[in-house]
């Protein structure tokens, strides 16, 4: 880890601001000019680690510029550690901090207006190709601006018009894994378009956790039904089934389970909250073809929720 102080190729270290599953964070500032940045430091020398931190930047300079989409101003650079670093654009906080502040004060429109903002910067993502596979509120940024931008594309994949390719495994965050992805329904002959309903899972859950703030509670609840599904009521080992027999299964949970889907929530327009209740629950249905098929669909619905 960096110190506060210490000097990284002109630029001064500030602050500390957190770390994700492979990197570290920091507050920095360069030494002439007095701009701010981050400054995103690979915490492993594994070749696997350092593959992903190279393909994060690489998807962030196919992103930039886009006004809901972090933009990376360096490429990764060896530290005198031979640790990787690069510098990118400066948050002052994620979206979880600004909506459990005690101090803020967020109307319903304003949440719908950050909501959107992930939207367009997710659409902008997925029409590049890019799948982000760990979108949730750690990952959703908030710049002085007031604009939202997403980050974190450490398990984002870019992909061709059809398929991963036989080099890549179908990989998740844990935070909002599509309950699919438990029950390993893709393979690597999978279709592309058989991934993106899980970003739009993730989207449901953002939305729900916009008006809630304890998203954790349902994808708890999801999880363990589940594990019981798996584990008590089918004993299914999966490590054994084709891909065939594990969609049959998943179909066969996702059908028990849409009575476990409650995630209304309430805003101060009854009408309002008719539309983004129907849109969190189309959004995080267990069954991945009832969902939107594209974050463009959303958009459209979001964008009439106050008319």
Same mark, same amino acid.
């Given at each position: ?9 002109? !630029?001064?270290? =500030? ?8 990197? !570290? ?73 600004? =909506? ?15 909501? !959107? ?5 997710? /659409?902008? @993502?997925?029409?590049?190709? +890019? ?8 990952? +959703? ?16 994949? /870019? ?62 609840? +999801? ?30 949970? @996702? ?47 979001? /964008?009439?929720?106050?008319?």
């Amino acid at each position: 880890m960096l110190r506060n102080g210490e000097i990284i190729n002109n !630029h001064l270290v =500030l602050e500390y601001k957190g770390a994700g599953s492979f990197a !570290h964070v920091y507050k920095v500032q360069h030494q002439a000019t007095k701009n701010l940045f981050a400054l995103k430091l690979c915490k492993s020398l594994d070749a696997n680690d350092l593959n992903l931190f190279h393909d994060e930047h690489s998807i962030l300079q196919t992103l930039s510029p886009h006004r809901n989409i972090i933009i990376p101003y360096s490429s990764p650079t060896p530290h005198t550690t031979s640790h990787l670093y690069y510098l990118m654009e400066l948050a002052d906080y994620a979206l979880e901090k600004l =909506l459990t502040s005690t101090q803020a004060i967020i109307t319903d429109e304003e949440k719908v207006r950050i909501f !959107h903002e992930v939207c367009e910067g997710l /659409q902008h @993502a997925h029409s590049n190709n +890019i799948l982000h596979r760990d979108l949730h509120w750690d990952n +959703i940024l908030v710049v002085r601006t007031n604009e939202i931008k997403i980050s974190d594309f450490g398990l984002g994949k /870019q992909f061709d018009a059809n398929r991963f390719g036989n080099s890549v495994k179908p990989r998740w965050g844990g935070f909002v894994s599509p309950p699919e992805f438990y029950f390993e329904v893709h393979d690597d002959n999978t279709p592309i378009s058989r991934y993106i309903p899980g970003d739009i899972y993730a989207l449901g859950i953002v939305l729900y956790y916009l008006f809630d703030n304890i998203p954790m509670r349902y994808v708890s609840e +999801i999880y363990d039904n589940m594990q019981d599904f798996i584990i008590n009521k089918e004993n299914l080992d999966l490590s054994t089934m084709d891909t065939s027999a594990k969609t049959e299964s998943y179909k066969k949970w @996702a059908k028990s389970v849409h009575t476990i889907n409650n995630l209304d929530v309430y805003l101060k327009s009854d009408s309002a909250s008719l539309k983004v209740n129907e849109i969190i629950k189309k959004a995080t249905n267990p069954d991945l073809d009832l969902r939107y098929r594209t974050v463009g669909e959303i958009l459209e619905e979001v /964008q009439n929720i106050f008319i």
